[in-house]
């Protein structure tokens, strides 16, 4: 029997021999016929991403497809950063951001968008940070899609790692510096929080 790892909107994510399942389950709220292309389109966008980042970051090389609405991938090993950053000593917190840092700019490079960098979606096995799901992700060259990309990690870490977030995210953008444009980037993040903070 098939063991599921996690449900969300999109996707039903399981565990079948060794391998990773993520199928998109259909909308039954839209007409058959836009419910399939969508999940077809979907499917197809994330799996050729998925494929340009794992030649680049350490992230699953999903398998040929089988069928149009799964995407099968090696399963890895590890533990979500989400639940395990907490419990490593500062100093070693400090060094898996840098390395987030560096991962993320590696990425940014090649215009890959992740789309929903959070600790949740980050695994780490051994002393090797993975990058998974991306099913939010998208190609794109602008500053600000990048910025907004960064600006959600630092959220997260404000959220899920609160004690030590600010310290965290420095590091984050100490390894992020390796992206050529790096800092607009950041200037970019300043204007997005203060075009946040005007809503409110």
Not at 32 to 45: L, M, N, V
Not at 182 to 189: A, D, G
Request: glycine residues 4%; contains cysteine; aromatic residues 8%.
């Amino acid at each position: 029997m098939n063991k599921v790892i996690a449900m969300g909107a999109e996707a039903i994510v399981y565990l079948k021999e060794n391998r990773l399942v993520k199928d998109r389950i259909p909308k039954y709220y839209r007409l058959k016929e836009i419910d399939e292309k969508i999940r077809k389109r979907r499917t197809k966008a994330e799996k050729k991403l998925l494929e340009k980042a794992s030649k680049i970051i350490n992230a699953p090389d999903p398998f040929p497809l089988k069928e149009d609405y799964k995407i099968e991938m090696p399963f890895i090993e590890g533990k979500k950063l989400s639940q395990e950053l907490n419990n490593f000593k500062l100093k070693e917190q400090k060094e898996i951001c840098k390395i987030i840092g560096k991962e993320i700019a590696k990425l940014h490079n090649a215009d890959i968008i992740h789309g929903d960098l959070t600790t949740s979606n980050m695994i780490l096995k051994n002393v090797l940070v993975y990058f998974i799901d991306f099913g939010l992700g998208f190609i794109s060259p602008k500053i600000e899609d990048k910025a907004v990309d960064l600006h959600l990690l630092k959220q997260a870490l404000e959220a899920k790692h609160f004690e030590n977030w600010e310290i965290l995210f420095e590091k984050v953008k100490e390894g992020y510096s390796s992206y050529k444009e790096s800092k607009k980037v950041f200037e970019r993040i300043i204007a997005i929080e203060r075009r946040g903070r005007y809503r409110h």
